[in-house]
């Protein structure tokens, strides 16, 4: 089980932190990540993070956007900075390793 949190309002340029706490390890899933759905979109992969630390960027949030994880807390991280009214999505966490999805938190930026 996945709950994500640390959704909000933000204005653009502003910054948050979205966390994926897991149920159990995640110290053993080898990708985790973090997808987003806009309005009227599909879902789209933001970032992922593999267990030996590799990560992978949506090109449109690289540089801006940082993914991380602590297996002590089985929890997974979404740093997201500079952020743009297009950033506005409802974000999912995800373990790819058992196909479970976290059940979204909504991030709005105003412009």
């Known amino acids: 089980q996945l709950q994500a949190s640390g959704g909000g309002l933000v204005q653009a340029g502003g910054s948050l932190r979205l966390s994926c706490a897991a149920s159990?390890?995640?110290?053993?899933?080898?990708?985790m990540g973090w997808y987003r759905q806009a309005p009227g979109k599909q879902r789209e992969l933001v970032a992922s993070i593999t267990s030996g630390g590799s990560t992978n960027y949506a090109d449109s949030v690289k540089g801006r956007f940082t993914i991380s994880r602590d297996n002590a807390k089985n929890t997974v991280y979404l740093q997201m900075n500079s952020l743009k009214p297009e950033d506005t999505a409802v974000y999912y966490c995800?373990?790819?390793?058992?196909?479970?999805w976290g059940q979204g938190t909504q991030v709005t930026v105003s412009s």
């Open positions: 159990r390890s995640v110290s053993g899933i080898k990708v």
């Open positions: 995800y373990a790819q390793d058992y196909n479970v």
